[in-house]
């Protein structure tokens, strides 16, 4: 008679497997697990847009008249900028420079933000399919604003400005002195690296440099809002408020290449 | 049995849909509540086996490493070890004691960013401190949600609850 040995495991042998299981099965279906719930979080996220929106709507309506009247104060600045414009590449053109890139970019949502504290990042609703490669820039309406880290078929996963792990070369607009952008454990952005007699002020505007790979130069990043001495003592560094506020950008512009 | 898995699957699903998308945007602090964590300690102060504690507080740690920028594994792996620690200290401390559940999440959340701050060689053990005061004001919230959505009644408490008197 055909006798079957039943044998009995442990819980601990039990666990230790099925950790083991569970960790390889999710490693390999990462992906795909992203993209299916892309959808789900895409309605989640329009609709708590419209929520906010509709809490917020006494503050939108005021902050609205008066961006209507910065906006009537702006037309005569963009006139004279628009000549200024002109002028410059009719300038440019006189000098045989090359014209600076435009950059082929893919407009994206956000759809969800990281679960950590102790991470910035977001993720958003395009990806592979759209020409999206890991190491992308990324911009905002008003600035730079991080760089894709991870890319699925269609969705993708930015480190914002405000990440530690995230680093930009980075200079100083009016005195052109570079520095090195990195993100703090509180999620403010600093420029550090800076000399000891750095000409550095409060309101100065930070943007790229060009020297970091993927970030292509003149990004406008922040504004210096507090310089303070090296605790080694050998330089100085800066606070920088981003112009891209992390924890309230919905739409971006992945750049993925130039023209 | 099968079907108290099968909602655990969906809370804890549900819960990550949560925890990135909509409480990043309408908590206005800047530290946001870890429901997942609250939730697996949640799942390993009432498991009744050792498995039936870490793997749920595992699958809800991997979920939290796939929409998260670093370490995949990292949650994972720690919230099955703390799942562990609590499931053990629950066997002999007093499951009653006031307080009780509040010292494991503040207890979770430390061991969380005391790991954290090892591995990464970052100060990150800073922000444990308001993180594990916004897990205890959402631990009693989300209690009464595990609970009802598990459909578990409340644990005994002596005998004098008419479900287990």
Not at chain 1, 153 to 168: E, F, H, P, R, W
Not at chain 2, 103 to 117: K, S, W
């Amino acid at each position: 008679m055909l006798k079957i040995n039943r044998y009995k495991y442990s819980p601990a042998a039990v666990v230790f497997f099925t950790i083991i299981g569970i960790f390889i099965l999710s490693l390999l279906l990462k992906s795909k697990i992203i993209d299916l719930i892309s959808f789900p979080l895409k309605i989640s996220s329009n609709w708590t847009s419209d929520i906010r929106a509709l809490v917020a709507y006494k503050f939108i309506a005021d902050e609205n008249v008066r961006l209507n009247a910065q906006l009537a104060g702006a037309a005569n600045d963009a006139i004279a900028f628009d000549e200024l414009r002109q002028e410059n590449e009719r300038l440019k053109k006189l000098l045989s420079l090359k014209k600076e890139p435009s950059f082929v970019t893919v407009a994206a949502e956000v759809i969800a933000r990281d679960p950590n504290n102790w991470s910035t990042g977001v993720i958003i609703d395009k990806g592979q399919r759209q020409g999206i490669k890991a190491g992308n820039a990324v911009i905002a309406a008003s600035g730079l604003s991080g760089r894709i880290t991870e890319v699925y078929s269609y969705t993708a996963k930015i480190m914002l400005l405000g990440d530690t792990d995230s680093s930009v070369s980075a200079i100083i607009q009016r005195t052109r002195e570079e520095g090195l952008i990195s993100g703090t454990i509180s999620g403010a952005v600093q420029m550090r690296y800076l000399d000891k007699d750095s000409d550095v002020a409060i309101g100065d505007v930070i943007m790229t440099s060009g020297l970091t790979r993927n970030y292509p130069a003149g990004l406008p990043i922040g504004m210096v809002i507090k310089v303070k001495d090296d605790p080694q003592g050998l330089g100085k560094y800066c606070l920088v408020r981003p112009f891209v506020d992390s924890r309230s950008v919905e739409e971006v512009l992945v750049i993925t290449g130039s023209k | 049995m099968a079907m108290y898995y099968l909602k655990l699957a969906i809370f804890i699903s549900l819960l990550a849909l949560l925890q990135i998308s909509i409480i990043p945007q309408i908590w206005f602090f800047k530290v946001k509540p870890d429901l997942l964590l609250i939730l697996a300690m949640l799942i390993a102060m009432n498991a009744k086996s050792l498995a039936g504690g870490i793997i749920p507080a595992f699958c809800a740690g991997l979920l939290k490493d796939i929409f998260g920028l670093h370490f995949f594994g990292f949650n994972g792996l720690l919230m099955a070890f703390s799942a562990a620690l609590v499931y053990g200290i629950f066997h002999f401390l007093n499951k009653e004691a006031k307080g009780i559940k509040f010292f494991v999440i503040i207890l979770a959340t430390f061991m969380n960013y005391i790991v954290l701050t090892i591995i990464s060689g970052k100060p990150y053990i800073f922000l444990c401190f308001p993180e594990a005061a916004v897990n205890c004001l959402f631990l009693p919230c989300l209690e009464g949600v595990y609970n009802f959505f598990t459909s578990r009644p409340p644990v005994c408490r002596g005998g004098v609850h008419r479900l287990c008197a």
